[in-house]
């Protein structure tokens, strides 16, 4: 190659790279690492270096992702600071800089080397804060304080989830060209909205509307230009508009692409999407600005009586609510997590996300549109309003902002104000009062759904009410929305399971007009817990997969419900939560890593449209029983969730017999053996085999605890309940203790502890008990135990006793606890001997006055057997009766 041809190809790459340069349409900077952190409450308005204890942490963060989970009550919720230098880059001072806030919660103020740049209210919206005029140095300080401490003026007031503190999802820095899409600094989005007008399987029709802004002083004449791209990023279709703009000005445009003929329509099998693109140019053609959206053309609309339909075709949205918190991260959750979430909800065969109760990352509706999940979105208006001014301007504020951010989203359909708004009433005791309070929450109710029906023509409003039919009704908040969605929870909270289904036919008798949505049904599995007889709230996994079931059956059966949205799709903090898992709402399908429980495999079974099939109790991996008294087996239950017909279960080598698949569930009843259990599932669609297989490690406790062929060697037995528990850090599996039988173990006199004016709790306490992880052990108990028998061989054994005392332990009266509030426990002292094999083992042993009340107690001892005396524990009362929580008997040697 010659020399001069070289030069010259040199410089004209050279040339295309500067006005490829010149043609930028501007940055944007991720801004999440290298974070300054501190809690250190300060008075002043800007801390002084000097005074406060930096942390480095990265974005995003939260400061509560410890202190929800410990034994004291509460959490920090108060100010927390960020800060962070950035360099500036010169050529930023032609260009109009924001910074863009994902999402702070709940109150933030942003000072940039020091001077104020703004505010911004409420945990769940984006916002972004212009900061050009404070960038004039070399680099800048960015100073951001949040605070989450309680707000009259600030939805959510009260929720059944944890307001994490924090700067918790990313920050960015945005350095746009100063003719740029305006930057609606109000309502925290760009200006540039994608609707689908008209959208049938022949024609389908794109309005965009923007809008520029000219921040500089010079008139400027531009281009808009629009473009439709196909999947596959073809050009579709496109338009250019010749714009001139005044200095300072800024303009806002309509822009309806040209009707598309059969255009692909975007559905939950099949969710295709384009995307559109406007471009801002120079006359020149330099690119200034540019923005896309995904376009998924639907149309879709809710009948009373028949449900949902979806391009002209009927379809039951299935689903779950979401909570944005994760295991070990609180809310501070990076997307690809969120995005996963959507994923496991997709690979279940759900078709729906109610993102409750606020607004959440963009990453969880971008994947619905990519995966074909149809979405809900609301606001925090959760259990109760305050009457002030400024809330009504705040939550109106917020459901502007939730629409301007989330409104370029196939997948969003349904846009909700309020959650369960009447539950938590103030003036409780004042019914004059209390009609005021009310009459303001439905006129809060009607601007707020009058707001989203002005702005957003093309999607229903809804509210989402508790089961108090009446209450609603009489307020008018049945009327006010387009839907009506219930969160209905007999069978768990109080009831029975046969009054949901006599609550959908209320709804569908009395308002036959209104489109019915079951926004929230559910029951707690704490997936350490299993039951061979499962009651309602006992807290069991199997309880749970049982009500699923039920319900999921009864809502098949109604056509006119529209939607089934399971709370939740995992487990999520609930900071003020006792029970089983304290501060863990354990609704979820899936553990608060994600793990899947049982009754994920259920709904897997019953939406997956290819043959499916899955041991769902082989969750259920280490378990123990106590076996016959003549065998060394143990019968227990083995649930397959599936899709088949009939399946086939071959049991430790053994065919046990074909049986039928009833509600997507087979259960076999199975004679457990010591050691290592092998199960084999299968059968068979269209002359394909399925199958799955589990290992299931049993470890069986004999009944005669001198049984020839399985030596004793350890036992966990809970008092006062009848559920087994699996403690997973010390590998220990509890199981029901049993009353005394001759050559066995048991205990003698005593009744199992029932909370007083509690008729949802089977037995036992849902307080939390300190200083343990394992609070099951604990929160059931035999009060006035005489003794405990266990008639072992002889040997060197040893005996650890558990007790928690929790009579008397102050309960909040948690707005969850529906039908139920709860009494107040008179405590009085109890003191008792504690004699094995007749030494004086703890002589006065007096709980509370060693740990306090409601907390753990271990106490251990050794004793050796000889003959056939075996072990006998007493229990001696001095004042009040003696109690037995949990006991282990271990033999050594
Ligand atoms: C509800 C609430 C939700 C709670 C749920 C529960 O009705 O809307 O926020 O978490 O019940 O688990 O009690």
Redesign the pocket.
């Known amino acids: 190659m010659k020399k001069s041809t070289l030069q010259y190809q040199l410089s004209f790459a050279l040339v295309l790279l500067v006005s490829g340069l010149r043609g930028q349409p501007g940055i944007t900077k991720g801004l999440n690492e290298g974070w300054l952190f501190s809690n250190d409450t300060l008075a002043a308005p800007i801390p002084s270096n000097a005074t406060m204890k930096w942390a480095t942490i990265n974005l995003p963060h939260t400061w509560n992702t410890t202190d929800v989970l410990d034994d004291a009550a509460g959490y920090h919720r108060g100010t927390g600071w960020y800060k962070k230098y950035i360099p500036v880059d010169p050529s930023w001072r032609d260009k109009a800089v924001f910074l863009f806030f994902e999402g702070a919660n709940q109150v933030t103020d942003v000072y940039i080397n020091r001077q104020y740049a703004g505010k911004h209210t409420g945990g769940y919206t984006r916002f972004f804060m212009p900061v050009s005029r404070f960038l004039d140095g070399k680099k800048a300080e960015l100073l951001v304080k949040v605070n989450n401490a309680h707000d009259e003026t600030v939805p959510p007031l009260s929720?059944?989830?944890t307001f994490y503190g924090g700067l918790y999802r990313d920050v960015w820095l945005l350095a746009l060209n100063k003719v740029h899409f305006t930057v609606d600094t109000l309502l925290g989005s760009r200006t540039f909205f994608v609707e689908t007008p008209e959208v049938d399987s022949n024609r389908a029709t794109l309005r965009i509307r923007s809008a520029i802004s000219n921040t500089t002083a010079r008139a400027q004449q531009l281009r808009l230009v629009t473009t439709l791209f196909d999947a596959q990023g073809k050009k579709v279709s496109s338009y250019a508009k010749r714009i001139q703009l005044p200095p300072g000005k800024q303009i806002g445009l309509v822009t309806d692409l040209p009707a598309l003929k059969e255009p692909h329509l975007w559905s939950t099998d099949d969710p295709y999407l384009y995307r559109v693109e406007s471009v801002v140019q120079t006359e020149q053609g330099e690119i200034l600005d540019r923005l896309s959206a995904p376009v998924g053309f639907r149309w879709f609309r809710f009948d009373a009586a028949q449900g949902f339909f979806l391009n002209g075709k009927p379809l039951k949205l299935i689903g779950t609510s979401r909570h944005q918190d994760y295991a070990g991260m609180g809310n501070a959750v990076p997307a690809a997590l969120a995005r996963k979430d959507v994923a496991l909800l997709k690979a279940m065969g759900g078709n729906f996300l109610r993102v409750?109760?606020y607004p959440q990352h963009a990453a969880v509706l971008e994947t619905c549109d990519r995966l074909g999940i149809l979405a809900s979105v609301e606001i925090p208006i959760?259990n109760e309003i305050s009457e002030t001014e400024a809330f009504s301007k705040n939550s109106i504020h917020m459901l502007k902002e939730m629409m301007a951010q989330n409104t370029n989203h196939p997948s969003v359909i349904i846009w909700a104000s309020m959650?369960?708004v009447l539950?938590k009433p103030r003036f409780n005791n004042d019914t004059a009062r209390k009609r005021i309070y009310v009459s303001h929450i439905t006129q809060l109710a009607k601007k707020l759904d009058s707001t989203l029906r002005k702005n957003d023509p093309y999607r229903y409003t809804m509210l989402?009410h508790?089961g108090d039919f009446e209450g609603y009704k009489r307020a008018g908040l049945t009327e006010i929305p387009m839907l009506v969605g219930w969160?209905l929870?007999s069978g768990w909270?109080g009831g029975n399971l046969t009054a949901f289904p006599a609550f959908l036919e209320r709804h569908r008798k009395e308002l036959p007009d209104k489109p019915l949505l079951v926004t929230?049904y559910?029951a707690?599995a704490d997936p350490r817990i299993r039951s061979l007889e499962p009651v309602r709230f006992d807290k069991s996994v199997e309880y749970t997969t049982a009500f699923h079931q039920y319900y999921l059956r009864e809502m098949m059966n109604r056509p006119y419900v529209a939607a089934a949205m399971i709370?939740?799709l995992a487990d999520f903090n609930?900071e003020t939560r006792g029970e089983t898992m304290p501060h863990i709402?354990n609704?979820g399908l899936l553990q608060t890593d994600r793990t899947p429980k049982d009754p994920y495999f259920f709904y897997k079974a019953a939406l997956e449209k290819t043959p499916y099939l899955k041991i769902m109790s082989g969750t259920w991996k280490y378990r123990t029983g106590i076996t016959d008294s003549a065998t060394a087996i143990s019968m227990q239950p083995l649930e397959v969730a599936s899709n088949l017909d009939s399946l086939e279960l071959v049991w430790n080598g053994k065919k046990m017999g074909k049986k039928k698949v009833t509600d997507f569930t087979c259960s076999w009843n199975l004679p457990f053996r010591n050691g290592i259990n092998e199960a084999l599932v299968y059968g068979e669609k269209n002359g394909t085999r399925f199958s799955d297989q589990e290992r299931i490690v049993f470890n069986a406790v004999p009944f005669n605890l001198d049984h020839a062929d399985l030596p004793f060697s350890e036992v966990n037995l809970l008092l006062g309940g009848n559920r087994y528990y699996i403690d997973e850090t010390n590998k220990t599996n509890w199981i029901p203790a049993k009353p005394y039988a001759k050559g066995s173990f048991g205990y003698i006199g005593g009744t199992p502890y029932k909370m007083p004016g509690n008729n949802r709790l089977p037995y036992g306490t849902d307080k939390n008990i300190s200083g343990t992880e394992d609070d099951p052990v604990y929160q059931t108990q035999l009060t006035g135990i005489q003794s405990f028998r266990l008639d072992v061989p002889p040997g060197k054994y040893e005996v650890a006793l558990h007790f928690a005392d929790f009579t008397g332990v102050q309960t909040l009266d948690l707005v969850?606890n529906l039908q139920y509030s709860p009494v107040a426990e008179q405590r009085s002292p109890r003191i008792f001997d504690v004699l094995v094999n007749n030494v004086l083992f703890l002589p006065s042993l007096d709980i509370v006055a060693e740990v306090g009340i409601g907390a753990a107690l271990v106490k251990t001892t050794t004793c050796e057997v000889s003959g056939n005396e075996g072990i006998h524990i007493v229990f001696r009362a001095i004042k009040g009766d003696p109690i037995l929580n949990a006991l282990r008997v271990t033999k050594l040697y």
């Open positions: 929720a059944d989830f409750a109760h959760v959650n369960e539950l989402a508790h969160n929870y909270y929230e559910g707690d709370w939740n609930s709402n609704k969850y």
